[in-house]
């Protein structure tokens, strides 16, 4: 028996929808980042703030409905599906390359980040450049 389970919860990095692309078979697929905060105490007492982002592939109806239209940058989101691993061959050199990431199969919004005026709305963006 195995299980395969991702539950994030975390800041929007961009805007979901202006990445919407169509595989080769002709099916919808968005990319979110999602930055997933962790503080905690070091040795030495010191409060220390761990950011992590993940790529989270979204395909078919829930990558074109309207969940996805209505993320926005910065907004807090729960994402449920799987850990993948995936291959992606350069055009040019032929190179492969592997790829871990999440398959999600449930989005949701928790917050929106333009009703939330007391988030630093550029927290989470510092590790991202």
Request: glycine share 10%; hydrophobic share 30%; net charge positive.
């Amino acid at each position: 028996m195995s299980l395969n389970k991702v539950q994030l919860i975390g800041f929007l990095g961009k805007r979901p929808y202006d990445g919407l692309e169509t595989t080769e078979g002709g099916n919808s697929v968005v990319t979110l980042d999602v930055c997933v905060q962790e503080n905690y105490k070091d040795k030495m007492g010191v409060w220390q703030d761990n950011k992590v982002w993940h790529s989270v592939r979204v395909f078919g109806q829930l990558a074109t409905g309207s969940t996805m239209q209505l993320l926005n940058k910065g907004d807090l989101v729960y994402v449920e599906g799987k850990l993948t691993q995936y291959t992606k061959v350069d055009k040019d050199s032929g190179e492969i390359t592997y790829k871990t990431g999440v398959n999600g199969f449930r989005v949701k919004r928790l917050r929106d980040i333009t009703k939330s005026p007391n988030i630093n709305k550029g927290q989470y963006e510092k590790d991202k450049k």
